[in-house]
C-alpha cells in the first residue's frame, strides 16, 4: 500500500532558495510541495488554503517574521508542523522560535539528508533540533523573564515590523488594510508598551530581536 505523501509548504523571502528547496522535495516521492510563499503577510491565508502538513518557515521575513507567522499559524492550524530553516543559530531565537509553536530547528548550511530526516521527524509530531543545537536550550523554554515584546496583539506585531522595515503609517495602512488613524493609534500603543519613543529606536530594537535584518 502506497504510503501518503508529506505535503510541504515553503516560506522564504528568497526565491531561489525556495525553488532549490521545492525542487529538492520535489524528488522525492514521500513528499509533495503545495505552495510557497515570500511574504510574511500571506503566509498564513495561503497555510490555510492549501493545507500542508509541514511548513518550512525562515525567521527573516518581509511583512511579518517568522517567529510570528509561526506562533499565529500554530494557534490557528493545530496539525500544522512547523520547521523553522534559518541562518540564525543563536539560542534565543531556536528558544523564541520553539516557544511560539515550532517543532523543528535547522541551520541553512544543513545539506540534503538532514533537511529530509528534519521533515520527516517533525511530519511524524517529532521534535528535531540540528546538529550542534544543545537539547539544554529546552530548559529555557518560558524561563525567561517578562518580555515587553509579547504583550503586543498580533495587530501591533505587523505594525511594528512594516515600520521597522521603513514604511510609513499610510503605506502600512495601505498593506494591512487599515485606516491610517487606526494604524497611528496601534503605532502609539505599541511603542509605549516597549518603551520606545522614536523611530531610529524602534529599528534598533527590531534589529536586536532579529524582527528585521540589514541585507
Do not use: W
Not at 522564504?12 to 515570500?38: K, N, S, W, Y
Not at 543559530?89 to 511560539?100: K, M, P, Q, T, Y
Amino acid at each position: 500500500m502506497a504510503t501518503e505523501e508529506i505535503k510541504v509548504f515553503l516560506a522564504d523571502d528568497h526565491t531561489v532558495v525556495r525553488q532549490a528547496l521545492a525542487e529538492m522535495i520535489a524528488r522525492e516521492p514521500d513528499f509533495a510541495v503545495v505552495g510557497q510563499c515570500g511574504e510574511g503577510l500571506q503566509v498564513i491565508p495561503q497555510v490555510l488554503e492549501t493545507k500542508p502538513d509541514v511548513l518550512i518557515l525562515d525567521i527573516a521575513m518581509p511583512g511579518l517574521n517568522g517567529l510570528d507567522v509561526c506562533r499565529q499559524v500554530t494557534r490557528k492550524v493545530k496539525s500544522l508542523a512547523v520547521l523553522v530553516l534559518s541562518m540564525y543559530d543563536d539560542e534565543e531565537f531556536i528558544a523564541r522560535a520553539l516557544e511560539n509553536g515550532a517543532c523543528g530547528y535547522l541551520m541553512k548550511e544543513a545539506d540534503h539528508d538532514q533537511l529530509l530526516n528534519a521533515l520527516r521527524a517533525v511530519s511524524r509530531g517529532e521534535l528535531y533540533l540540528a546538529q550542534g543545537i544543545s537539547r539544554t536550550i529546552l530548559q529555557r523554554l518560558g524561563g525567561g523573564g517578562e518580555d515587553p515584546y509579547e504583550s503586543l496583539t498580533m495587530r501591533e506585531r505587523q505594525v511594528f515590523q512594516l515600520i521597522a522595515e521603513g514604511k510609513t503609517n499610510r503605506e502600512v495602512a495601505k498593506a494591512l488594510g487599515l485606516a491610517i488613524k487606526t494604524v497611528d493609534t496601534h503605532r502609539t500603543r505599541l511603542m509605549r508598551k516597549l518603551d520606545i519613543h522614536d523611530r531610529t529606536a524602534l529599528v534598533k530594537y527590531a534589529l536586536r530581536k532579529g524582527i528585521v535584518s540589514l541585507r
